[in-house]
């Protein structure tokens, strides 16, 4: 343009009249050759009309009236008057080139040609590349659903796996199939069919992220392509999860033309780089996967491989039991003590979780707890957990163990309850037992997520007299100016660290420095995972304070505790 006709300042305004007539402006000051800033506005139903009545172009200036937003990005560059050339495709205005100038300007006739000639021609550029744009969007897309169709699919899986060769991460295929559309068809006709693809479609994507890929494949067939997991072990429970909720979502009727259709689905699911390699395996194998769902009795999910398909259906049903082992008094509590390095007295009991499954015996607690985590079943059960580490507390109390503290494990889902602080305030006073018999531990990590946050519960705690440990510490990466706003008592060392510590010169080196770090803050510090009498001699010449490990005893149960107490003093 400013090789046509003279200007200062000049814009580019697109006009998105599918996005509440958003405008994204492109501005460019000719003057000091400036790079391209880049703005956004709204354009109001009044400005966008005169655009559109005066096609031919507008004369606009700062002194006479207020100015339209599109311009303000020139006006704040120096322009006093502009010169607005609307481009208007189809009857709509898709673009407005905008010059801006320093001082009033009367412009010519052949000022005005030339630069409306220029607006001209790049409305035809424009138009040329919507129409590509249509033609591209014709040839990947469904056109009953709008959904991207087999051939975008295979674009986007092929792209997904190119990125997941290089990072190393895994996807999951997810093929799903309605079970009764033929009927559907057959019945209701046509239309209604169609209308039921089109709802599907939207339910689908709902339990969607932007980075996954749904599509419609044909029939009533489609497939989604979940992206971007670091290990099998997310892969597997997130996909499990977005199958849970898909199947959910069917269990819905539709509302098709006020009539109420009800249609379920199979699903079947690939997984790279376990079940295929290209995008046709994967494809081609969730396929098969899908039609074993079909023959389990549809309405269902099964993967590809039998592995997979075993570990998600022993997830599934570890989910059921847990959530019927609270009413059936399936958990129990089991305590380990902290002893006092000097005395080699315990100070302290932590209460871990053991359950007692009918059948498999005891399950610790690493195998189920994250999965409580995930399902949100950690709230009721460690709710259970706190009161009867409490009523314990109280009774080994009231049994004369003065100086018992009981330790409970905060998970983070669990930390992070807004009802948590009274929740605890209400079993303490329930019980009547006093605050500072109780102790909280929650790792590091958990107290690192949202420190302020994290801060401001513990200090109500504390102020109620309730100790806080920062368990698994090390193994974290806690910021030193936050450690020292944390209002703990106690840095507990990771089990990690302890294991080598007589072997291992650099373990020892860092124990040695968390100890000397914890006493300048005036915390104190416990190990854990403590197993033999070299390990126990290192941690008492540093001046470790308290211990906690096989070597004194595991985890026992509220009687073996009990009969532990009543001797209250380990040998030399
Ligand atoms: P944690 O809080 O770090 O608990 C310490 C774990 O180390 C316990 O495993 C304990 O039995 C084990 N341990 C103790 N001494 C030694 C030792 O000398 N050597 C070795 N190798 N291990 C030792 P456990 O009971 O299996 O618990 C595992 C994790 O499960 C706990 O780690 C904690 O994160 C979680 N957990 C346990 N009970 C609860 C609970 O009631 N609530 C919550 N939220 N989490 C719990
Ligand atoms: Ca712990
Ligand atoms: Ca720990």
Known sequence: MNDIVSQDYISMVVIK??????????????????????????????????????????????????????LLSLKKLGAVCFLVLPIVLKEEVSAIICLGYRSLLTVSEEYIFLSRDFANR????L?????????????????????????????RLQQSLARAERQNSFIAVLFIDLDRFKYVNDSLGHVIGDLLLCEVAQRLSRNLRSEDTISRLGGDEFVIVISQFENIKESLSITTKIANKILAEFSMPFNINNREIFSTASIGIACYPSDGQTTDELIKNSDSAMYHAKSKGKNNYQFYSKILNDVALERLEMENNLRYALERGEFELYYQPKVETRS???????????????????VSPGQFIPLCEEVG??????????????????????RGFLSLTVAVNLSPLQFRQPDLIQKVKNIIDEIGMTANRLEFEITESTAMEDIDEAIATMDIFKRMGIFFSI?????????????????????????????????????????????????????AVIAEGVETKEQFDFLKDIGCDEIQGYLFSPPVSVDEFTNLLSHNKFDD
Request: aromatic share 12%; glycine share 4%; proline share 3%.
């Open 122 to 125: 790049v409305a035809v550029a």
């Open 17 to 70: 009249s599918s996005h509440n007539n958003a405008c994204y402006i492109y501005t460019r000051n000719e003057l000091a050759k400036e790079m391209i800033t880049v703005d956004t506005q709204e354009i109001t139903s009044l400005e966008y009309q005169r655009l559109l009545v005066n096609q031919n172009y507008i004369y606009v200036c700062d002194y006479q009236q207020i100015l339209p937003g599109y």
């Open 377 to 398: 079943l950690i709230i009721p059960i460690s709710e259970w957990i706190i009161h009867t580490a409490c009523m314990q507390a109280k009774h080994w109390q009231d």
């Open 471 to 523: 368990d698994d510490f090390g193994t974290g990466y806690s910021s030193l100016s936050y450690l020292k706003r944390f209002p703990v008592n106690t840095l507990k060392i990771d089990q990690s660290f302890i294991r080598n510590i007589h072997i291992n010169f650099e373990d020892a080196a860092i124990v040695k420095s968390i100890v000397t770090l914890a006493h300048s803050l005036k915390f």
């Open 127 to 155: 138009s040329k590349a919507s129409w590509e744009e249509q033609l591209y969007h014709m040839a990947h897309y469904d056109a009953l659903t709008g959904i991207p169709n087999r051939l975008l699919l295979k674009d």
């Open 344 to 362: 080699k007295r315990i100070c302290g009991a932590e209460a871990l979780l053991r359950w007692n499954h009918p059948q498999k015996g005891r």
